[in-house]
């Protein structure tokens, strides 16, 4: 029943910045972590970024120093605010919620695409 919405997505210019919004139908601090996968043309999903539900923040190192993850409990909400992108950026970007209860379940957004390109 938990739903995963992912928008911001499009085109934009090598350079230039996108912010990736993911609306979550239920309570995001129920999650013991989100983040955010891309998989590119002709390539593996990857993880990208991740936040904890305590706050802590990691992040590909392709990605390091550009990308920035973020959230909003009140509006559960998480966030990836994009800058510098370069044309190795362009992919299908996918929202991921993680949580522990059950057993361990794994949360899908349908995604998003990012295309940089002049």
């Known amino acids: 029943q938990v739903q995963l919405v992912e928008s911001g997505g499009g085109l934009v210019q090598p350079g230039g910045s996108l912010r990736l919004s993911c609306a979550a139908s239920g309570s995001i601090s129920s999650f013991n972590r989100m983040g955010w996968y891309r998989q590119a043309p002709g390539k593996e999903r990857e993880l990208v970024t991740a936040?904890?539900?305590?706050?802590?923040?990691s992040y590909a190192d392709s990605v390091k120093g550009r990308f920035a993850i973020s959230r909003d409990n009140a509006k559960d909400t998480v966030y990836l605010q994009m800058n510098s992108l370069k044309s190795d950026d362009t992919a299908v970007y996918y929202c991921h919620a993680y949580s522990s209860r059950s057993g361990g379940m794994d949360y899908w957004g349908k995604g998003t695409l990012v295309t940089v390109s002049s």
């Open positions: 936040i904890t539900r305590g706050g802590s923040t």
